[in-house]
């Protein structure tokens, strides 16, 4: 299901990462925090919290309240984070991911938010708004989450992580087993998947839910394509992000190595900054999104043009 270009740059990065631990654990540490950040304000965002990345960090850092904002979506900030928490446990142990591991994550995602409801498997009816299926009756619900389970179970150690780990969360949130933090708490256990298979969790931006809407009704369809690859790109950008911080700076980076705004990069090569462009938001170049704008490198575009011939 992975793009094969995009599949094999994941396995060379997760290399080389791999080869350089024990990482630096200052680095390593910081790192860790800006992601926690940036995945409690993307995660939240996606499903309608209306706080800015600077303010989730202000309240995650300084334990600042936000005028303006609801009590529930500082809650909402909070919460996710001390989720995180148990993910990054669980990761450095060997215990089977179960229903009881999703019940405990969603018991933190909404405490204190719907405490009556927290860590409870739905009893009513729900629709998935915009999905082209009903999620099952909540009698199934208990049944369904032990057969996902197992299945997980089944899977693990087999075939390739970030398609597991894209899979696994949308059958999870198929499933809807929660009144709500269905999505919240299906992504954290997408981390808890990726991280146990040493990778880096990979964060779904707030600016990409319009196409990963499309992509997780892509596979309510049976096509689980889009999404997988949807995964498989944020696992990248995170793989590059702790690639670039323990490399140290000692001298400049090649000329064919450095990062260049795709208008550049397009410069001298065989193709359009337009091309280029839907290239790195489809994975199969090299590209990182920073701020509005996608990078690349001209070695990249030279081996993504080798790849084509």
Known sequence: ???????????????????????????????????????????????????TLRET?????????IGGKSLREHFEVVNHREAIGLVESLAAG??????????????LVMARIDDENAG????????????SFDPPPAWE???????????????????EPVELAAVAHHRLVAIHPFLDGNGRTSRLVMNLILLRAAYPPAIIARANRAQYYRALAAADRGDATSLTNLVGRAVER????????????????????????????????????????LLARTGRLEAI?????????????????????
């Not at 960090?57 to 309240?65: A, R, Y």
């Not at 999104?289 to 011939?309: D, P």
């Open 1 to 51: 299901m992975l793009d094969s270009r995009l599949l094999i740059r994941l396995h060379t990065k997760k290399a080389e990462l791999d080869a350089r631990r024990p990482l630096p654990a200052p680095a390593v540490r910081r790192l860790e925090e800006q992601l926690a950040v940036e995945w409690t304000y993307n995660s939240n965002a996606i499903e309608g919290n209306t706080l």
């Open 57 to 65: 960090q202000l309240i995650l850092e300084q334990g600042v309240t």
């Open 94 to 107: 060997n215990e089977p991911i179960t229903p009881g591991t999703v019940r405990r994550l969603h018991a």
């Open 120 to 131: 409870q498997y739905r009893q009513l009816p729900v629709r998935i708004v915009g999905a």
């Open 141 to 159: 619900v208990a049944s369904r989450l032990t057969d996902w389970a197992d299945w997980l179970a089944g899977q693990e150690d087999r075939g």
């Open 238 to 277: 995170s793989l590059m992000l702790y690639l670039e911080a323990t490399t140290p700076q000692t001298v400049p980076p090649l000329p064919g190595d450095e990062w260049l705004p795709l208008r550049e990069a397009a410069q001298n090569s065989p193709y359009s900054q337009e091309y280029l462009s």
């Open 289 to 309: 999104k920073r701020g509005r704008n996608w990078y690349t490198t001209r070695r990249a575009v030279e081996t993504y043009s080798q790849s084509v011939h």
